[in-house]
Nanobody
Framework: VQLVESGGGLVQAGGSLRLSCAGSGFTFDDYAIGWFRQAPGKEREGVSCISRRDSTTWVAASVKGRFTISMDNTKNTVYLQMNNLKPEDTALYYC?????????????????WGQGTQVTVSS
C-alpha cells in the first residue's frame, strides 16, 4: 500500500489549492481515505474523510464550507479542494488509508500514511 500526496504550496490568504492523494497497492472500495494536517507544535488533526463504499464524506467543522473532498475512482486518487484559505490552515497535510472502510476521523484509526505535502498560507 502506498499513498502519495501532491499539490501543496504557498498561497495568499483567500486563495485556493487542490491536494491530490494517489493510492496504489489496494482497492479504494475497501478503505476509507482521510486527510489530516499538522502544524508546528500542534497535534495532528483530521480534516476530511471519504468512504467510497457507502458514498459518505466527513469534513471538520474548522474547514466546513471551504474544503471539499472527492474521489476519482478511475485514477485511485482522492482530492482535497481547499478554497478561501486562511493563515491558520498552514500545516503539513497528510493523506491516510484505513482498512475499515467506513468514515474514520481519528489518526489512530488509520493504517497507512503518505509523506505529506506542505501548505503555507500567507496573510
Amino acid at each position: 500500500v502506498q499513498l502519495v500526496e501532491s499539490g501543496g504550496g504557498l498561497v495568499q490568504a483567500g486563495g485556493s489549492l487542490r491536494l491530490s492523494c494517489a493510492g496504489s497497492g489496494f482497492t479504494f472500495d475497501d478503505y476509507a481515505i482521510g486527510w489530516f494536517r499538522q502544524a508546528p507544535g500542534k497535534e495532528r488533526e483530521g480534516v476530511s474523510c471519504i468512504s467510497r463504499r457507502d458514498s459518505t464524506t466527513w469534513v471538520a467543522a474548522s474547514v466546513k464550507g471551504r474544503f471539499t473532498i472527492s474521489m476519482d475512482n478511475t485514477k485511485n486518487t482522492v482530492y482535497l479542494q481547499m478554497n478561501n484559505l486562511k493563515p491558520e490552515d498552514t500545516a503539513l497535510y497528510y493523506c491516510a488509508g484505513s482498512r475499515t472502510w467506513a468514515i474514520r476521523t481519528y489518526s489512530r484509526e488509520y493504517d497507512y500514511w503518505g509523506q505529506g505535502t506542505q501548505v503555507t498560507v500567507s496573510s
